[in-house]
Nanobody, 126 residues
C-alpha cells in the first residue's frame, strides 16, 4: 500500500512560487511512478507532472517551463516546485503513485495511478 503525505500548499499572488512535498515509504518510492495531479472546483482531475525513479520528468503542456518535479532519494520524497503561478493553477493538488509493472515504469499522466494522498490546496490570486 502506498502512503503518501503531501504538504506545502498555500495561498500566493500571481507570479509567486510554492513547493509541494510528497513523502512516502521507501518501497513505494522505489517501485512506483510518482505523480502530481490537480483538481479545480467543477473541473476534471488533471495530471500535472510525473517521474519514475531516476527517470525523466513528464509534464502537462500548461506547466512546462514553470513547474519542476524532482526527487530526493535519501528522503523518499518527491517535490513539485511551482514558479510563475497563475490564477488558473488554483486547485487541490494530489500526490499519486503508480506501481511499476511487467513492462517497467509507465508514468504517463493519462494512465491510472494506484495510490493517492489526501491533497493540499493551492490558491493563486490575481
Amino acid at each position: 500500500q502506498g502512503d503518501l503525505v503531501e504538504s506545502g500548499g498555500g495561498s500566493v499572488q500571481a507570479g509567486g512560487s510554492l513547493r509541494l512535498t510528497c513523502a512516502t515509504s521507501q518501497y513505494t518510492y522505489k517501485t512506483s511512478c510518482m505523480g502530481w495531479f490537480r483538481q479545480a472546483p467543477g473541473k476534471d482531475r488533471e495530471g500535472v507532472a510525473a517521474i519514475a525513479p531516476g527517470g525523466s520528468p513528464l509534464y502537462v503542456e500548461s506547466v512546462k517551463g514553470r513547474f519542476t518535479i524532482s526527487q530526493d532519494n535519501a528522503k523518499n520524497t518527491v517535490y513539485l516546485q511551482m514558479n510563475s503561478l497563475r490564477p488558473e493553477d488554483t486547485a487541490m493538488y494530489y500526490c499519486a503513485a503508480r506501481r511499476n509493472g511487467p513492462f517497467g515504469f509507465r508514468c504517463e499522466l493519462s494512465r491510472t495511478y494506484d495510490y493517492w494522498g489526501q491533497g493540499t490546496q493551492v490558491t493563486v490570486s490575481s
